[in-house]
């Protein structure tokens, strides 16, 4: 707090009690009368002091004037101060309520009345605009805050108007909730408007004005605008303009349509929204200048027709509708009933009220947009849970010279707010007393319920009986409703009509014969029964809300929904009356739930003027306010009241034994403190949970002490924390120092320590070390000594583990996997081989492919073996016998194998030798008894005969000595040469039979010459004679193979020469002797 303000604070000493003129609160007024209270009121009202208290409630009164009262000062002032403290203000009664809001959590509603001019509106500003100068700050709060404030001359240029009473007075209810977040800043708020005073759209009363906005915009509008809008500025142009008073003393309606379009402005109407809204509001004042005449029709009916069309015109084109729809709409009026339609014209009084029936629907709905269209502004963004501080202000009771059904309803409202008014604090009161069982003395007070009752009640309430006329069939009128009204109400006591069957009033001139009056809380009203019915059907021609739905108009389109053609509702819509009393009560029900607060209003005088007091006047609207019986009550019993325990809570520092705890039930606590207070008995009263105190100014007294104590309580508390805190500072230097030197001690003695100790080491290293160096040299000798050991002992088992080891050393390994694999190669080699062998034929050529290359000599190898190993075998199977005569086969082979070309004939024919069974044959027994031994071979072979070269059968014969020739047929035998004899065998080297045996010259058989023999059997002739030759004469015969050799005959050598190619004798070769030295063998 700047050291200003706190100077400020200081200066206001102002308490209600101080300074004060007359009382500011009733509750202290000595004596206590009428009389007393009104002069109260005027000494305080002449001396510019317009609040006054009764309790809690604020007495308003109206000073007509502006007053220096309302300062951003003042609201400093007032602001966060008790409610008791300073002079009476609506400020401190709209501080209580926000503080209560913000920190009790508790809703508030703000209930203003008072009559006509009594200055509701003002005050319910005057709340608000304190509201927002205190609640927080920032620039989101302060646009919700301005849009808030904003929306008031809004509503009042559209809804306000000058009356006789008031120059602003309100012709709609209305109820606005502002609301706040925990912290208490405005989050938004909801307005609710209750019926607007329509009919004052066509017509006002002597001295009256329409509403405002007519005025202003007329006034204030550019010509621009004007002619945009297609008005004139001219009031007196406009049949809705009542001209008697149109212009209003200290009223500047230009200035304030510049206000209004701001204001619209600020609460955030689009441009488009606002042209529409005076679009509307100029097509009103323009509805009023359309003008009807009769016209006859053929049926002898008049007819409604408009006068000058050039109006109508004009409105059609502002709103967009279709003139035609609109001008047969105010000639014809279409009647639907059970799916028929039927269409009736309208005579010129019909056509009348259908205008202005349709001007006040369009502007009273256009109020009803414009209150939802400010909510939609003003509403809250957040859901979160809000607080609500909700603001009345509705239409003051009002008594005109002709009231009608508009002031019935006003007054019915009030009405009500009475009763919530006795209900909430009369009644509330006395019952409270009784509860809490402290004596009182019963106040009389006036309870209107009865009135709420004749008006409301659903059976025989007045306006249940105007909506049963409203809906039932045949003719109705406002005389059969007041018929009615004389029937059901005619005992009531706040009833009165002359009609009435109870003839009471007969009598009373004062009262016509069309009209009842109702004795209300606030006085007697007159109401005249003409209008009742329409308004309350307030009834406006489908033809014409179709007409208006058919608008090119969106703001027309949308007030008039129920004009669409797919919406049709045949039900009638609920009536004015009913929808009023429905709002009405929910209203009442909003406000039950919410800490009222009450400011009274009141008129000082009927001329609006300053400084004037009327006596009269104020008298009458105490006496119905009840404002004295709201004293009495007040005084009858306590001014304050509070639970024990928050009341123990506030003052029990007051009183040593309660302070600072008490340890009892909280009202002993009470009661022990206000003895110790001295507090005079007659002050307080102890109810069952409540202490009440008589007068405010024991309570001032206890708050005085309980500052003065509380100013005492925080000296001790601040010197208690002084010496603590002293105390600990002290304790903790303390602390500190002793901390401090135990630390330096520690240090100087570490130092010390540390020296003694470095001079010891090194004394000590000093020996160690010398003692250390000689056990080291000792050391290191058997060390090395060692070390010889262990290096010869190593290298030693090195040399005997490696020998050992060697052969499981890696080095060894790959040999190792050689042979092993070579050895696996091997085995799988055999192995295959075995399954693979060929056959054991000797001639078979088979032999496997060769796996491996490296095997290529062994492979070669195994395959000589085998093939020799199977030939053994081959042989061994063999006998002696064909043993010798392979042997023989093998011996021919060697000899003439590719030398003779008759060697292959040979090999497949079996070595026979004896072919000739000598032995059997009995023909050569004589030649078999002749050659006694074994005979080799037996044959008959051709001998050539060497003269001539024919051949000659002979007997061949081989023994173990000699070869022998026999003849054939005899057997005898012709030549036997000893085989010793035998030099040599010749033959071709062709395919011939031929051969010749030499023999040795000068040997026995040699005389004849050597033989020229021809046998089929000739290679084995001569294996056979070779190897006999050669058993039995050691010696090998000579076999010379050639074509050409020599032969002895006797003498004579000849030539045998062996000729290829002569066919002569097919295939038996031919032999010739060509002369002495030539024989030519021809061989085929
Ligand atoms: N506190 C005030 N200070 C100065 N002038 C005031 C104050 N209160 C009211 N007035 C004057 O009284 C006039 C009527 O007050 P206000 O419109 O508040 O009456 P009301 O009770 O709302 O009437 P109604 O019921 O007709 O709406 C205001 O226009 C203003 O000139
Ligand atoms: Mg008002």
Redesign the pocket.
């Known amino acids: 707090m700047g050291n200003e303000e706190k100077m400020a604070k200081m200066e206001v000493k102002t308490s209600l009690l101080d300074n004060m003129i007359g009382v500011g609160d009733m509750v202290l007024l000595e004596p206590l009368n009428e009389d007393s209270f009104i002069n109260n009121l005027k000494k305080r009202f002449d001396h510019s002091e317009?609040y006054t208290y009764i309790g809690s409630v604020v007495i308003s009164i109206?000073?007509?004037?502006?007053?220096p009262i309302y300062t951003p000062e003042k609201v400093e002032e007032y602001r966060n101060r008790n409610f008791y403290e300073l002079s009476p203000h609506i400020f401190a009664l709209s501080d209580e309520a926000y503080r209560s809001l913000r920190d009790q959590d508790k809703d508030q509603c703000i209930l203003i009345t008072?009559e006509?001019?009594?200055?509701?509106?003002?005050?319910s500003k005057?709340v608000m605009s304190y509201v927002a100068a205190v609640c927080g700050k920032g620039a989101e709060v302060n646009q919700v805050k301005e849009q808030l404030l904003q929306s008031n001359p809004v509503l009042e240029a559209f809804g306000n108007a000058k009356?006789v009473?008031?120059?602003?007075?309100?012709r709609f209810g209305k109820y606005m909730d502002i609301e706040f977040d925990f912290k208490g800043d405005p989050l938004g708020g909801v307005i609710s408007n209750y019926l607007l005073e329509k009919s004052r759209v066509v017509k006002q009363p002597r001295g009256e004005r329409n509403f405002h906005i007519f005025y202003q915009i007329l006034s204030g509008a550019s010509e621009d605008f004007l002619c945009k809008l297609k008005l004139e500025r001219d009031f007196s142009r406009y049949n809705y303009l009542g001209l008697d008073s149109a212009k209003v003393n200290g009223v500047d309606d230009a200035a304030n349509f510049r206000t209004v379009r701001n204001a619209m402005q600020i609460v955030g109407f689009m441009d488009h929204e606002t042209q529409s809204v005076f679009e509307v509001v100029a097509a009103v004042l323009k509805l009023g200048n359309i003008e009807f005449k009769p016209e006859s029709r053929v049926n002898g009916l008049d007819e409604s027709k408009i006068k000058d069309k050039n109006e109508l015109k004009e409105i059609c084109e502002l709103t967009g509708i279709d003139q035609s729809v609109l001008e047969r709409a105010f000639s014809f009026r279409t009647v639907e009933a059970k799916q028929e339609k039927v269409s009736t014209t309208l005579n010129v009084a019909q056509a009348y009220y259908a205008r202005d029936a349709l001007a006040k629907n369009l502007y009273s709905r256009l109020f009803s947009w414009l209150v939802t269209r400010i909510n939609e502004s003003i509403k809250a963004q957040t859901k979160v849970r809000k607080k609500v501080m909700g603001v009345l202000?509705i239409?003051?009771f009002e008594i005109f010279e002709d009231n009608s059904f508009e002031q019935f309803i006003i007054n019915y409202c009030n009405e009500k707010l009475q009763q919530i008014f006795i209900e909430l604090t009369l009644k509330e009161e006395q019952e409270e007393y009784i509860r809490e069982g402290i004596e009182w003395t019963h106040i009389e007070y006036f309870n209107n319920a009865i009135i709420c009752d004749l008006i409301e009640n659903n059976q025989t309430g007045i306006l249940a009986m105007l909506d049963e006329e409203c809906l039932r069939p045949g003719t109705v009128t406002d005389d059969t409703f007041l018929e009615k009204l004389n029937q059901v109400c005619a005992t009531h006591q706040h009833f009165e009509s002359r009609m009435s069957k109870c003839s009471r009033f007969l009598n009373d001139t004062s009262l016509p014969h069309s009209c009842f009056r109702i004795q209300h809380y606030a006085g007697k009203v007159m109401y005249q029964v003409e209008g009742f019915v329409d308004k309350n059907n307030d009834l406006l021609y489908r033809d014409l809300s179709q007409a208006m739905w058919k608008a090119n108009h969106s703001l027309i389109k949308a007030l008039f929904p129920e004009g669409n053609p797919a919406k049709i509702n045949l039900k009638r819509p609920p009536t004015a009356g009913s929808q009023f009393k429905a709002s009405v009560a929910t209203l009442m029900k909003n406000l039950q739930t919410k800490n009222p607060n009450y400011i009274r209003?009141i008129k000082p005088n009927d001329k609006k003027a300053a400084h004037v007091f009327n006596d009269a006047l104020v008298c009458h609207q105490i006496r119905y306010l009840g404002l004295l019986e709201n004293v009495r009550v007040r005084r009858a019993g306590y001014a304050f009241r509070q639970a024990y325990e928050p009341c123990l809570e506030r003052y029990k520092m007051l009183c040593k034994q309660t302070w600072p705890h008490w340890r009892g039930p909280a009202r002993a606590g009470v009661e022990v403190l206000f003895n110790e207070l001295e507090i005079p008995e007659e002050e307080f009263s102890f109810g069952r949970s409540k202490i009440f105190i008589r007068n405010p100014r024991t309570l001032f007294k206890l708050e005085d002490l309980r500052k003065q104590r509380l100013e005492d309580l925080a000296t001790l508390i601040e010197k208690i924390y002084r010496g603590w805190k002293c105390r600990t500072h002290f304790l903790l230097m303390k602390k500190s120092q002793i901390v401090i030197a135990s630390w330096y001690r520690r240090y100087a003695q570490q130092k010390k320590y540390q020296k003694i100790k470095s001079s010891a080491i090194i004394v000590q290293s000093y020996i160690r070390g010398w003692k250390a160096r000689k056990l080291l040299r000792e050391l290191k000798h058997q060390k090395r000594c060692n070390e010889a050991a262990t290096v010869i002992a190593a290298y030693w088992h090195g040399t005997q583990v490696r020998r050992e080891y060697r052969k499981f050393f890696r080095a060894n390994a790959g040999r190792k996997i050689y042979e092993f694999t070579l050895q696996r190669l091997m085995q799988k080699y055999f192995l295959e081989m075995k399954n693979k062998m060929p056959s054991l034929s000797p001639i078979d050529k088979n032999w496997p492919a060769r796996p491996y290359l490296f095997l290529d000599s062994t492979h070669k190898e195994l395959k000589r073996i085998f093939h020799l190993w199977r030939c053994k075998k081959y042989r061994d199977q063999f006998t002696d016998q064909q043993k010798l005569i392979y042997e023989e086969k093998l011996e021919a082979s060697e000899l003439f194998k590719d030398k003779k070309a008759l060697y292959p004939a040979s090999v497949g024919q079996p070595f026979q030798g004896a072919y000739l069974e000598i032995s059997k044959n009995p023909k050569y027994k004589k030649l078999k008894d002749a050659v006694d031994e074994k005979i080799i071979i037996a044959e008959v072979v051709n001998k050539i005969n060497r003269a001539n070269g024919k051949a000659t059968s002979r007997i061949f014969l081989l023994t173990k000595n000699n070869v022998l020739l026999a003849d054939q047929k005899s057997g005898n035998i012709k030549s036997e040469v000893p085989l010793g004899d035998v030099t040599k065998v010749s033959m071709s080297s062709q395919n011939d039979g031929f051969f010749a045996v030499h023999l040795k010259e000068g040997s026995g058989a040699a005389g004849k010459g050597d033989f020229l023999l021809s046998s089929d059997h000739l290679i084995e002739m001569a294996t056979k004679l070779y190897r006999t030759t050669l058993s039995q004469t050691k010696q090998k015969l000579n076999i010379e193979i050639s074509d050409e050799f020599l032969v002895q005959f006797r003498q004579d050598k000849v030539c045998v020469k062996f000729i290829q190619g002569s066919q002569k004798n097919g295939n038996i070769p031919t032999c010739k002797r060509k002369n002495n030295r030539l024989l030519e063998v021809a061989v085929p």
């Open positions: 317009v109206n000073p007509y004037r502006s007053l008072g006509s001019g009594a200055g509701k509106t003002e005050a005057l009356t009473r008031n120059d602003n007075s309100s202000d239409y003051g209003c």
